[in-house]
């Protein structure tokens, strides 16, 4: 099972990779994916489990690289952070750099800057029924100086 997840996620970034941002020519599935990261954003500051939820696919995972440490996170302990209130909430801004979409594939560049952390995403999506999910994050968490 792990080698098939990871195979996929290999021929999804060789698949990235040759598209020649692709989104570019094709602004529905861009303005779909977009609003799949607005709404994780908007989960995340006000800790909506049920919305993030809907968000993340069911075999999602978050990595994050936080003080020289990569850290593995599947969805459900991802939500159970939010819940107890260990991560989101408010006051971060959301920026989103770029965005390539290829067929039911799609590739986020997202900031998520507050007072004290900026949160930079790599984020891969897919399109499953119809619906735009949240395959995996990789993110890197970095102190902001006061």
Known sequence: MKKTWAMGLLWFAIGLMGSGCASTSNRVPTKAVKQTVEQFASS???????QMAAILHK????????????MKI?????????????????GRTLQIHSVDVLGN???????????????????????VEGKWQI????MRIAPRKS
Not at 44 to 50: E, G, K, L, P, Q
Not at 59 to 70: T, V
Not at 74 to 90: C, E, H, N, S, W
């Open 105 to 127: 594939l799609a590739s986020v560049k997202v900031s998520l800057v507050g007072k004290k952390a900026s949160l930079d995403y790599y984020m891969s999506l897919m399109k």
């Open 135 to 138: 395959m995996s994050n990789v």
């Open 74 to 90: 599947p969805k459900g302990a991802y939500l159970g952070l939010l819940q107890a209130k260990k991560i989101g909430g408010p």
């Open 44 to 50: 995340v500051a006000s800790r909506d489990v049920v």
């Open 59 to 70: 075999d999602s995972r978050q990595y994050a690289w936080f003080k020289g440490k990569l």
